[in-house]
């Protein structure tokens, strides 16, 4: 599944939009009330809500061979989130990945993530072109096996990894995956940026076409490849 748009709200596009510009170096639309973001292969399209609900949490592949490139480019520009153990965490090995995290605008959770399941290796230093696209996108549900069931019956979305565990269920392929999440579950490795059931549409392709809701006024839509 290939993520090519993202649309939700945030409290304060402006701020938004000043983050993915000045921080991570990359091209932003600006409108009143909206923001539009492109990350690579995915646009980010955000709008204006101030009484808008809960945190986001995206995930940004990067290439397979420059990790630890983009994790010193990411530390001149922002401050990594971390335990207190680690600053940077390897997947568990079902997904072959290794991630970073920070704090991205309106208490939302960035990533970015090496998937080595992915033939994306690029030459030359790391720059913010190498943010390839928006490879996870978190979504709340108030029934996070029910949706993880449907998704996979109606649109051949399937379980990824090792499954639903408790109140966590990625969904979808190294490619583009729903984080399926319960409400008021903190996303990782914060305690306080926390999963609401608020709308954010997913628009992808691959898998079976059509419009499957989420749940909360959140859907995902996809698209015949063009």
């Known amino acids: ?5 993202i649309s939700g709200q945030v409290r304060n596009t402006s701020a938004a939009a000043e983050f993915f510009e000045s921080v991570l170096g990359l091209a932003v639309k600006k409108v009143p009330g909206a923001a539009v973001v492109r990350i690579g292969k995915t646009l980010l399209d955000l709008t204006k809500n101030p009484e808008a609900q809960g945190d986001h949490h995206f995930a ?3 290439p397979s061979n420059k990790f630890a490139e983009a994790k010193q480019w990411l530390q001149q520009r922002t401050m990594l989130l971390a335990t207190v153990d680690a600053d940077e965490f ?3 090995s079902a997904w072959n990945a290794r991630s970073l995290y920070f704090s991205g605008p309106d208490r939302s959770v960035l990533e970015l993530i090496i998937r080595r399941d992915l033939d994306n290796a690029t030459p030359g230093p790391f720059s ?3 943010l390839l ?7 709340a549900s108030a029934d996070v096996l029910g949706l993880t ?4 019956e109606a649109a051949s979305v399937p379980p990824y990894g ?6 966590f269920s990625p969904v979808g392929d190294p490619d583009g995956l729903l984080i ?3 409400p008021g579950r903190a996303w990782f490795p914060t305690t306080e940026s926390l999963a609401t059931t608020s709308p954010i549409t997913v628009e992808a392709t691959g898998h079976r076409p059509g419009i499957f809701p989420l749940g909360g006024g959140s859907r995902l839509q996809i698209l015949q490849p063009s």
């Open 1 to 5: 599944m290939k993520i090519t748009k």
């Open 60 to 62: 940004i592949t990067i």
């Open 90 to 92: 390897e997947c568990s």
């Open 128 to 130: 913010s072109d190498d």
């Open 133 to 139: 696209c928006i490879s996870e996108v978190g979504v």
């Open 149 to 152: 069931k449907s998704l996979d």
């Open 162 to 167: 090792a499954g639903p565990v408790g109140s």
């Open 180 to 182: 399926l999440v319960s």
